[in-house]
């Protein structure tokens, strides 16, 4: 006869997957998987910071250039830091899309991914779970057109890193550009 207190086997395994799933949620939606011209260099360019979160933007490219270095997609040539500097208290300026694709351009990059990023922060709360919402979208530069596409949101438990969320959630989202 087992004891009141003791669990059975399958009801820690639904406690264990119950926790899991509950500390660190993911949506994710994905373009399917386009072909890219092997060792075309890439770009990140800027991305919109639509959070009240200074230099996300900026964070969030780094993160992404790190994953996409990791995942050989071809060579990345690094933007300008002068193209993706955010103001604390003045939007960028409404042509500060169309000059990152034609600095990259000019620099012949063939894949430019930008996006925005539409939350980074630590959610107010007992706990402070660590919260990231990225868009982003890979622009052929040969024509102009955005080829694939990609949007997510994650958060992560409350003592885990703001960046290793955004990293998880990165890793995520390029997952169909690696070859």
Not at 133 to 143: E, F, M, P, Q
Not at 151 to 174: F, I, M, N, P, Y
Request: aromatic share 6%.
């Amino acid at each position: 006869m087992t004891s009141p207190n003791r669990f059975d086997p399958r009801r820690r395994l639904a406690l264990a997957a119950a926790l899991v799933l509950a500390g660190g949620c993911t949506t994710v939606d994905l373009a399917p998987r386009a072909e890219f011209e092997r060792n075309a260099p890439w770009a990140v360019l800027p991305l919109a910071n639509h959070t009240e979160t200074p230099g996300a933007g900026q964070r969030a490219a780094a993160v992404i250039e790190g994953v996409l270095h990791a995942r050989a997609v071809g060579p990345i040539v690094r933007a300008p830091a002068a193209l993706g500097a955010e103001t604390l208290f003045e939007a960028p300026p409404a042509d500060a899309g169309e000059r990152a694709l034609a600095w990259a351009r000019a620099a012949g990059v063939r894949y430019a991914l930008t996006g925005s990023v539409t939350e980074w922060r630590y959610r107010v709360g007992v706990d402070g779970e660590p919260a990231v919402g990225l868009s982003l979208r890979v622009i052929d530069l040969a024509d102009g057109r955005t080829v694939w596409s990609a949007t997510g949101a994650r958060s992560g438990w409350s003592r885990e890193a703001l960046s290793a969320v955004a990293q998880k959630l990165a890793r995520d989202l390029v997952a169909p550009l690696a070859r």
